[in-house]
């Protein structure tokens, strides 16, 4: 099945600070989100991104399928977006995703 | 915005019980999932449900697991004889398409 790799695994910013995550798919996909996972377990959907850049306030993502990546860009990161960060991604036609190990931001008053 | 609602939120059962999760995917949802987080690691595909019959499983759901769709909105999953490690988050999800899929809340199994 296809590998998906998230980098860096953990990132600790003072707040104010920008970062950017990177995933890493291992084929092409028709479907890849980024997810936000807050304190309480829940997964916020950030971006539907198979291809393309789109933007949402502080934060972007930009997917290039054609070198199978990702970046997820956080700008003037916050303390409420601490968290860990998912990619998900997927290639068959019945909907199924796979996701990274994560990436586990901690932002710093 | 439309929700995918999980009920209970958080569960504990005693070892060898059979548990059923529920959910309430999107009303105009056709595409329904549920996953699964063991405590500190990645989520986990279980399986994929689609025109009442299931379309993709992993290899982690096996014989213990099933889904049904009682009626035109509930999704459940049924764990027949649980064991210490089905201990996780169980996340139920829905999607128009195969892209793009909303998430629930999540449902917290303890088995002791």
């Known amino acids: 099945g296809i590998q998906v790799e998230q980098s860096p695994p953990d990132l600790i910013l003072q707040e104010g600070a920008n970062s950017t995550l990177r995933c890493n798919f291992s084929?092409?996909?028709?479907?890849l989100q980024w997810f936000h996972q807050n304190p309480w377990g829940q997964l916020i959907n950030l971006f539907y991104?198979?291809?393309g850049t789109k933007q949402n306030g502080r934060l972007s993502a930009t997917t290039v399928a054609t070198e199978r990546y990702s970046l997820l860009y956080i700008s003037s990161s916050q303390t409420t977006d601490s968290g860990v960060y998912f990619c998900a991604v997927g290639n068959t036609n019945a909907g199924k995703s796979t996701f990274g190990d994560g990436t586990t931001l901690t932002v710093k008053p | 915005e439309p929700e995918v609602t999980q009920t209970p939120s958080h569960q504990v059962t005693q070892m060898g019980q059979e548990v059923i999760l529920r959910c309430v995917p999107i009303?105009?949802?056709?595409?329904f999932y549920w996953y699964r987080q063991i405590l500190g690691q990645k989520v986990e595909f279980l399986v994929s449900f689609y025109n009442n019959e299931i379309s993709e499983k992993s290899e982690i759901f096996d014989d213990q697991f099933s889904v049904e769709r009682p009626d035109g909105s509930n999704f459940t999953l049924k764990i027949r004889s649980t064991k210490l490690e089905d201990s996780a988050m169980y996340f139920c999800a829905s999607s128009e398409g195969v892209r793009s899929v909303t998430f629930g809340s999540g449902t917290r199994l303890t088995v002791v």
């Open positions: 991104i198979p291809s």
């Open positions: 084929d092409s996909v028709n479907n």
């Open positions: 009303s105009n949802h056709l595409y």
